[in-house]
């Protein structure tokens, strides 16, 4: 299979705008910088939050790219890849190249990987002359523990904090080294009111990485926390 490459066409707001589908869902979801991402279906909305909840992650853009080729001379096909994600440097280390992704269920991969082939051969023959990465990536490796997870903290990201609460929660963090939630907040505050009330911050330390938690696991007021020295974290899932 020859895959010749006709034109690209690339923009930074996406080549085409994803209409309203009645069979799938679409939308859009806003970013903590403020973007707005277009998605084509649960899928890819998932795949939306993960990203946007990586720290490397600094620009997210929906159908980014329009690739004109033919496959052994034929006419020519038109490829529009999901997704390209533009990362940014966390602390002294370089940011990761960009990569254009395509977010497919596996049972899709399999029906149609004839069908499917000849684009993916396109789109990894055009990233490779701009020095990106390609990568197909399934609900295995976006539905799972960590989505839930991700799902459940990316709204404390901006959860209001008067910092006194925080600060508290942190001394008696870097006191204990290692505890729970649970333990932690009764550790912290002696009354249970304010126990209820600090545990919506307690969950913002964790989203910012303020306080170590394994979020590969299911995360609840029994999962095992930790302290972490100030540092800027980026998630290498």
Request: hydrophobic share 40%.
């Amino acid at each position: 299979m020859k895959i010749t490459i006709i034109d690209v066409t690339e923009s930074e707001d996406g080549v085409r705008t994803i209409p309203m589908n009645y069979r799938s869902i679409t939308g859009r979801v806003e970013t903590l910088v403020g973007d707005s991402v277009g998605f084509e279906s649960s899928l890819e909305r998932d795949f939306v939050h993960l990203l946007d909840f990586n720290a490397r992650v600094g620009k997210i853009i929906s159908q980014p790219l329009r690739i004109r080729y033919t496959v052994d001379g034929g006419a020519p096909r038109i490829y529009t890849p999901d997704f390209l994600v533009r990362f940014r440097p966390i602390g002294n280390s370089k940011p990761w190249r960009p990569t254009v992704y395509e977010v497919k269920y596996r049972e899709e991969l399999v029906d149609l990987r004839t069908e499917l082939a000849p684009g993916f051969a396109a789109a990894r023959q055009h990233c490779r002359t701009r020095g990106w990465n390609f990568r197909v990536v399934t609900e295995r490796y976006i539905r799972n523990a960590y989505l839930e997870n991700v799902q459940f903290l990316r709204d404390y990201r901006v959860y209001p904090d008067d910092g006194a609460t925080s600060l508290m929660l942190l001394r008696t963090m870097e006191q204990l080294k290692v505890a729970t939630p649970s333990q932690l907040l009764a550790a912290t505050f002696m009354d249970l009111t304010n126990r209820m009330q600090a545990v919506g911050v307690l969950w913002r330390l964790i989203t910012n990485r303020s306080v170590g938690a394994n979020l590969l696991v299911k995360l609840t007021m029994t999962s095992e926390i930790w302290h972490e020295e100030p540092a800027l974290y980026g998630n290498d899932r």
